[in-house]
């Protein structure tokens, strides 16, 4: 396999799938765990890999709402703002989080990149509302202070 410098990862999961077109979508996951992301030059490149047409890559990428093309942080923060949450103010554990990592009003991930924060319309735990996931654990019946204090403990988790 030829140098292809940050391309070497991409070149490595395209091998492991055999550059099947058809593996398109696990591809890109591989891709988006390694990276968190998507970069345009690696779609680009897997295109140009798998001979499909950007087009298609690119469509797939934003077709799926798993798919993002732009950089998030180690540590994904989801917020629940559907009806249950929203009626038990989910909006101000929004703003606890955006204080607590001093982001700006459109900034939804930090400058370090260790956290990255998203609203979503249902976490399918509305009897805990209002409720929120860090990676992959759910907290139910969340506070401000609940709020701070998570963030304080993966902060303190990061430091070591």
Known sequence: MENYGKFDRVCQILEENGKDKAKLIPILQAVQ????????EMLAFIA???NISPARVYGVATFFSHFTLKPKGKHIIKVCDGTA???KKSTLLIDAIKTKL????SEMTTKDMLFTIETVSCLGACGLAPVMVIDND???QVTPEKVSKLIDDIMKQEEK
């Open 33 to 40: 765990d390694v990276y968190r992301y998507l970069p345009e």
């Open 48 to 50: 140009s890999s798998l």
């Open 85 to 87: 949450c929203h009626v």
């Open 102 to 105: 001093k982001l700006g009003a």
């Open 138 to 140: 759910v907290h139910g």
